[in-house]
């Protein structure tokens, strides 16, 4: 599968230090048969198959203590080994060394998530109901189908707005992909790949909730509750390649020593939410 695009920015017909480019700029670009940016993503390995296994273990129980209060409690066990392809390991991109390598991905041992429930009758008319309890993120390694070199994404573009990435006449670079065999694999300078920390720390959610339910009568029921929810470690996607501000030298790329022009999409857990709610 080959897929591709060119990009005209309308830099090349436009003043420089004058006004914003405009669409009519970026059609006298695709006259000028002069692209900004231009690239094309190959299917190198197909297909690209990327095994993603789980497996998890539950145990509950619920404890009627009194006729008044009712404790419900469990603990899940949720183990994410590793992806891996058909006949190989995945690919992980580690920055430090500019190589992508296969396998040597450490996904942990696995996680525990607790549940703990409470329903407490004041009264034939009134239960007050109280929970908390940790659920495992989710999270797949679906993204690894991109990987280099399962996908080849090459991304070009000028040196400035104002210079072109190459021409409609000349068309895209001709690009020899590596030899799948190996277990390591230098990324060229104009590739992109998609990838995963290689000590992938897993994520959860902390969700909790506090209900009081009361029978007003004539079939009627009025409920009030909070319900508050706290993402730990969730998984959000970075182009490590890209000006960071406070990161980077003068909002250059987080690793400019490898000099890329291309985007490295790193899959890390970072960032903390909390989302409380009424009802």
Known sequence: MLRGGFNFGGGLTSLRGGAGSTGYNSYADFMLGLPTGMGKDIQY???????MPSYGFYIRDAWQVTRKLTIDYGIRYEVYP?????????????????????????????QFAPRLGFAYRM???????????????????????????????????GNSSFEAAGS???????????????????????VGT??????????????????VQRDMGHNINAQVGYVGSRGIR????????????????AGRALFPAFGRISDIRYFTPFNTNRSPSRR
């Open 45 to 51: 390995l197909n297909p690209a198959t990327v095994r």
């Open 234 to 249: 969730q998984t959000v996607i970075q182009n490590i390649n890209a000006g960071v501000p406070g990161l980077g030298n």
């Open 168 to 190: 409609l006449r000349t068309g895209l670079p001709n690009f020899v992909g590596p030899d799948p065999s190996q277990t390591s694999f230098t990324l060229p300078a104009a």
């Open 82 to 110: 590793a992806p891996t392809r058909d006949h190989s390991a995945a690919e992980i991109y580690d920055p430090k060394t500019d190589k992508v390598v296969r396998g040597g991905m450490d996904t942990g041992k696995g």
């Open 194 to 211: 998609t990838t995963f920390p290689q000590k992938f720390n897993r994520g959860y959610i902390e969700s909790w909730n506090l209900t």
């Open 123 to 157: 009264d034939e008319k009134t239960v007050i109901r109280v929970g908390g309890g940790i659920s495992v993120d989710p999270n797949t390694f679906r993204y690894l189908r991109d990987a280099y070199p399962a996908t080849i994404s090459t991304q070009f573009s």
